[in-house]
């Protein structure tokens, strides 16, 4: 018979596919090419198929799996069974293990990963995959919860780019725990590969297809995260499973501002620019992108101005902190916060992405905060606020019957800068002790928040009154430039830009007032942090040669004052204190490069001490 | 022109593939002999056009808003003549899409009024929406609706598909004593491959003694006029309509599991007649 096929074959097929069928038979040693794995398809059928291996993980019961001869689909010899056990079995905690092979399986022409499978009662099976080979685990693919029921059903696991997968060696894992406390049992037969045209438009994602836009600094680092494959199953539904970094291929658009490695690692090196991270698995594009907005050098936090013996820390490089257990405590299972916390010159810095709530307990000991009055902290929220966004800050005295809280008013205009919030404990509701203090949660309170950066977290004392300030007896000099050389923001000899609002809510502690010194108004700032003043209008000044103020002060030690066009941009100019009597200052527009002279919207004052201003205004030459 | 004579050249490409089955065993017989056949075109519409552009007012009407009880089927959608749910590709397509917006809308279109035909062959070429719930069809219906009611009038569907089975496609034909939930149908269904992923050709050839219908030119099945159970009601003029439907008695509900929007993508829509 064979004889007579191959003539029909010889007649019929070309002589060149003859050749290779042939070539399939048999082999001779100057056949022998480079080293390539088998592409077996069958992991278990009724029984494990060629070189396939088992381990059960650490910490799961690792006599969970059994292959069982009598519950199998469509009455074959054997299926695998599961047994998950009931919480507290000494044995362990869950059901989990590995099927391996100790040789790699070429994969590269099976689109998915397919298995028939059955429960004893109706269960979500936490975690099942493939890839998992107990080393790297460079392509693992994993599907979290998958429902399965007491009727047998086919459930598949797609292979995102098998193309990669040319010596694979984890065929198929696991990992569940009980239900409501409950053991169980599942069976899963006929594990194989296969080469499907029923799987059908796969979709892949980075940050789960959404577009992230990031302001950012020179030194900051992430990590890629929510990376999905998605397929649409026989059924017409879609799965989605979690897929490796392995599988992906990063880009930067602009490496000088940017660069990603093949683990998905983004360090920020350059800007101000900006850079958009990108991905692609194989040829097929990848929904989802960052774009990274450096601003270059990071800024710094404010130095924190309070006496160390008046402060307990918890987190600042300016003070000794107190032991704490974590600065991010991971609490399941609602929490998404992460943390990529960074140091920059010496000074660390808390970072919280994906922001819903976060924890920072420190507990052994907890803290005695009795004889302090406030809490402060430094945030940073590095993308645009659409609206005012709002933190809810948590106190927790141990023991107390629930937190403490104070909901904080974050302005749409103060991303993107640090915002220093003092917080006084009067103000937190349903605080009654501070005797032990244990932990500080902040919560994304109207989800505007989708992170922050974080500094000098510490609770301190006004108890000690700041040096006296005292009050200037005689008011500013009035100034004598004509009329038509000015543009004033604050002064009783020229007419103001309309509109100007001298006490914008930028969350500062400072408290603006305006007093009369002999009948002329001047400007004063008591307790300062900073102060923001909003031009009525955005002004060009670039034909203006200076910026004119008086100040007065007895008890500041750094006043700093800024002007900002739009960006923001902004640049300070360090005024000498404290000063004897008034001092009168012209401030040459150009030591504020690179500030757009020609489109000033806001000046601003930092530093410390009880401050009185008169006369701030443009003027010509 | 456009005279095409099919069954010939396949019978020659056949050739070299009939080797091939044989010998690799294959079960599927992929030649059928059929009649051979002189088909002149008299209506086609190539959806060429530019993006946006709603398909062509002296070839299409809409049918719009929900009909009554669901257009009959309780189907959940609303008909809009909205391009984000029908309009031109700029590719030669048009594209019917499926939105789930808290309600379903999607798009509904006929040539009731402008062109209507007795025999020939019906013919798209079309790619098909998925997931469960969706109900794309490509079908006919008498052109004597207004005055002789469903099932009365006839309904030829071409093309029906089940969204949680992209893999199979439905031929089917109502009439009087043989409607609604049974009608006379058959499925086709393709091996390993699905209707949505790629464009198929669905068609009809249809005079006074039979339909057959066709998928990419295979014919699966062939109603005659004797295998009716009611009346033959096929010898009138029949006008075509192309709709994707949102749930409905046919098709079930869709799930949170269904992806949305949905599209149901057509290269063409031709219609011939038979010349001697």
Redesign the interface.
Known sequence: MKTNILIILKKYIPTGFLVLLLMGCERELGDLKPVTFPDTPEVFIDGFSAGLNYAAFGGSVPTAFDVDTKETYNNSKASMRFDVPNAGDPRGAYAGGVFFTEAGRNLSGYTALTFWAKASESAVLDLVGFGNDLGASKYQATISGLQVSTNWKKYYIPLPNSSVLTAERGMFFYSTGPVDGKGYSFWIDEVKFENLGTIAHPQFTIFNGEDKVETTFIGVTQQISGLTAIYNLPDGVNQSLNAATAYFTFTSSNKSIATVDESGEVIVVGGPGSAEITAMVGDAAVLGSLTLQSIGNFQQAPLPVHAADDVISIFSNAYTNVPVNYYNGYWAPYQTTTSADFEINGDQILQYIDFNFVGIEFSSPTVDATAMTHLHLDIYIPNTLAADAQLKIELVNEGAASSATYIANIPALQSKRWVGLDLPFSEFTGLNSTDKLMQIIFVNENNMISGFYADNIYFYSNGTPPPPGGEPTVAASTPTHPAANVISVFSDAYTPIPGTNLNPDWAQATVVTTVPIQGNNTLKYAGLNYQGIELGASQNVSSMGFLHLDFWTANSTTLNVFLISPGPVETGYSLTVPTSGWTSIDIPLSSFAPVNLSDVIQLKFDGNGDIYLDNIYFRKN | MNKINKFRRILIQSILLM?MVI?WGCERDNFQKLDERNWQLTWSDEFNGTAGQLPDAAKWTFDLGTGQNGWGNSELQSYTNNPANISLDDKGNLVITAIREGNFTSARIKTQGLFAQKYGRFEARIKTP???G?WPAFWMLGENIETTPWPQCGEIDIMELR?????IIHGTIHGPGYSGGNPISKAYA?T???F??DFHIFAIEWDADKIDFFVDDYLYQRIEKSDVPGQWVYDQPFFILLNVAVGGNYVGFP?T???FPQKMIIDYVRVYQEVN
């Open positions: 080797v010998f998925y997931g469960p969706l969204g949680q089975e992209p893999h393709l390993n491959s699905r949505d992923t799930t599991q269904t992806p």
